[in-house]
């Protein structure tokens, strides 16, 4: 399911989401097993197959994931220069679902991919050869990151999450007289706690984001980064009347190159019969 939400959402998804977001929400398993097959084959030369299976129990439930794509070179106009470039890539996604209680669900995931490319002049990629525009580019790209998530109902109008995760990505670029290396790993960890009263709900957390980025000897350019970002944040939707409804809220980021930034949001929405208009910012 994605989720489209518009206007500055920094309080809560930190100061990437100024002026809005795509929420991407992964399918959960359920007591009736699931499996999708899907097949695909264009008139471009690209192959491929994804596999979705899901099923569950009382205490324990499970979602795969797996891809994989092949694309051959494509060169519609005959003119010796790749359209599409040939690529191979797989990706697999386990996740395991455990649910202690009734209140509570805990679930770990893992995600892995394998990225390759390769394009431009056609007789130098097959052959060789010497080619009437001299120009290649090849992409090799690897993912791993994983997922964690603890989620529980305190009581009938409170909860408690904690989210985690790791990502690691690594790139290799090689073009004519140039070649990019580098590794890049990020790390993401969020605790937030929630209160929904009969007219305002409450939500408070704090977060913590790492990046460390190291660019290989093999680079013409050796930019290697390290950032360090903790964050606290308060945001509260208030029900001022069946039609008005307020929403406020406020996030403190410090980094440490960057120092400390203020991310405030206030927002307004008015909605009767169908019809629906916010005004805010932040």
Known sequence: QFEIIKGSSSTLYGGG????????V??????TPSLDIMLTQTQALGSTANVFYSK???KFGVTLYGSGHYQNTFDPENDHFSNLPETKSI???PKLFYYPSEKTTIWFGLNGTYDER???DMDKMK??????HQYTEKNISKR???QFVYETNLDSISSFQIKNSISFFDRNLIIPDFQFKGKQTNTFTEISYYKDLEKINWTFGANLYTTNFNEDDKSQLQRNQNDITYGAFINNVLDLSDNWILESGLRIDYNNDFGLFP???ISLLYKKNGFSSRIGGG
């Open 56 to 58: 569950r129990n009382e």
């Open 127 to 132: 052959n060789g050869e010497n080619g009437i």
């Open 26 to 31: 992964s399918k959960t398993p359920e007591e």
């Open 144 to 146: 791993l990151s994983s």
């Open 263 to 265: 991310l405030p949001k």
């Open 91 to 93: 990706s697999f996604n």
């Open 17 to 24: 989401a100024i002026a809005g977001l795509v929420n991407m």
């Open 118 to 120: 390769e394009g431009g």
